[in-house]
RNA sequence: GGGGCGGUAGGCGAAUGGUAGAGCCGCUGGCCUUUCAAGCCGGAGUCUGUGGGUUCAAAUCCCAUCCGCCCUGCCA
């Protein structure tokens, strides 16, 4: 048994779905648990649809996926030459032929067939064009597509997931795999490049069950052997259509602005369609790959759960040494245009939010206040906490002033005792000191913060909400 | 219209002829607690889209039906 030899094959007309990320993760972890070859491979074919800058975004989301492939990047288009020799020796030998029918006369026909109510077929016009009139009306510049003669009876394969799928014969057509401006269609195209890069199991989504006959007829028409076929459902919005851009970011690399982890896309989505043996739910990339087995790959389109996939993101970053977590949020902050604090205090800081926040948005949303100082203060907090206690915020104040060690636990050692000896409820302490502080009734422990902002700032910040209490 | 694939709680999914709904997310009650998370303990949600059949036994096999998606391009 040779290796395996799975690829991705793109085209550049769009930025990297999550779907697309998807199929290209199974093809790849498929690959890497056979101990086999990952490749990518840009089918930018369709000229008036193919963009460079798709081209760059997707590359760009492989990388960061951390779905490294193996050699270099094939460009289809680069492969025209063998496509177009693919499709002569298929002329000359008689399994592909000329078709002059023009698009005009094709779309007339369809339009008849539908309108009858008949599916459409092409008719088989040029199909016994005799091969000297063929090459002569070439020859004197007639337009033409190629198509390959579809086989007599139907076709049966075996997918790897679904089991034998069977098509009739009168269901298949003769399809085109030169366009007329002797450019190569997809059919021959991917083809073609899968057997020069000796492809051994074609992973894809199932939207190509209905393709997959229509390619193995070019494979024996080439004399190539088939490869094995695994065809993974589709991922679908909350609204069970196919996942649209109201869903959200549909385009991956919109997960790494919202401050996602590339390990957690990637679990999340290894788990829309596969499961692990012993249930396991939280598993590395390295863990995928030793867990992964298609026996275990569903069959069933599976919704698209944002709520889970932010779950997952949490487990992962909190899972981090805050030294890891401190240079990520740094480098996220960056991206956004913020100059975070430097990456010994940003730790210390992270320690101090603990698990708070999914994405790391939203840890920095957490932690922000222990280097920027409030801009506005919470409306219904001030109210519940300072309005009517400048007394006891001034008491507040002098402690924080005198206290000998500036430390978190003793802080709070300090305030219980204090809140006891005011005769107030340690809770309206806490929470009097959190809005000075963070301008918030929410924020990671005030105490520990405190700390990490330092006396002088604390007194500064309570300071701040003092003279606002007095406007 | 023709053909293909799919259907287990709100979502992901176990169970691959033998007690359905394990586990996870979410929701919810509680514990913990200076707030909010995290963590821990508990709860609700249900009988496998529906109807037949085969079988001692069906989510699983067969048929029909409904729904969804895909193919039916000189797109990929």
């Not at 579809?150 to 997931?161: A, N, S, V, W």
């Not at 009097?432 to 902002?453: E, H, N």
């Amino acid at each position: 048994m040779t290796s395996v030899i799975t690829r991705f094959p793109p085209s550049p007309t769009g930025a990297l779905h999550v779907g697309s990320a998807r199929t290209a993760l199974f093809s790849y972890l498929f690959a890497r648990s056979k101990g086999g070859k990952f490749l990518l491979r840009i089918e930018d074919t369709d000229r008036e649809r193919s963009r460079q800058e798709y081209t760059d975004q997707i590359l760009e989301a492989m990388r960061w996926l951390g779905l490294e492939w193996d050699g270099d990047v094939v460009y289809q288009s680069k492969n025209e030459a063998a496509h177009r020799a693919a499709s002569e020796r298929l002329l000359k030998q008689g399994s592909a032929y000329r078709c002059f029918c023009t698009e005009e006369m094709l779309e007339a026909k369809r339009v008849a067939m539908r309108t009858q109510g008949r599916p459409y077929r092409y008719d088989g016009t040029c199909r016994n064009v005799d091969p000297a009139e063929s090459e002569r009306r070439a020859a004197a510049g007639e337009k033409f597509v190629v198509r390959v003669r579809k086989p007599e009876g139907g076709m049966t394969y075996r997918d790897l997931l679904h089991g034998e799928i069977k098509l009739r014969g009168e269901d298949l057509d003769d399809i085109i795999l030169m366009k007329s401006d002797g450019r190569p269609l997809y059919h021959l195209a991917v083809v073609c490049d899968d057997i020069a890069a000796g492809v051994t199991h074609v992973i894809r989504g199932d939207d190509h069950l209905d393709n997959t006959p229509k390619q193995m007829v070019v494979y024996q028409a080439l004399g190539a052997p088939l490869p094995e076929y695994i065809h993974i459902p589709l991922i679908l919005g909350s609204d069970k259509k196919r996942l649209s851009k109201r869903e959200g970011a549909e385009n991956v690399l919109d997960y790494r602005a919202a401050g996602f982890q590339p390990d957690a896309v990637l679990n999340f989505l290894a788990l829309l369609g596969w499961s692990h043996p012993e249930s396991r739910e939280i598993l590395t990339k390295a863990e995928l790959i030793g867990a992964f087995s298609v026996d275990r790959v569903g069959t069933a389109a599976a919704v698209f759960d944002q709520t889970k996939l932010r779950f997952l993101n949490g487990k992962h970053i909190h899972d981090r040494p805050p030294a890891d977590r401190a240079r990520m949020l740094a480098d996220f902050l960056k991206t956004r245009g913020e100059t975070p604090p430097d990456l010994k205090d940003l730790a210390a800081m992270i320690e101090v939010n603990g698990q708070r926040g999914d994405t790391l948005a939203e840890i920095a949303d957490y932690i922000r206040f222990l280097w920027e100082r409030p801009k506005a203060y919470d409306e219904a907090a001030v109210a519940k906490f300072l309005a009517g206690k400048a007394e006891l915020i001034e008491k507040i104040r002098c402690e924080f002033e005198a206290l000998a060690d500036f430390e978190g636990e003793s802080i709070e050692i300090f305030f219980r005792d204090f809140a006891e000896r005011q005769g107030v409820k340690f809770k309206d302490v806490g929470q009097a000191i959190r809005v000075m502080l963070t301008g918030k009734s929410v924020s990671p422990p005030i105490f520990q913060s405190a700390a990490v902002l330092g006396r002088v700032e604390t007194l500064l910040r309570i300071d701040a909400a003092q003279s606002l209490m007095k406007r």
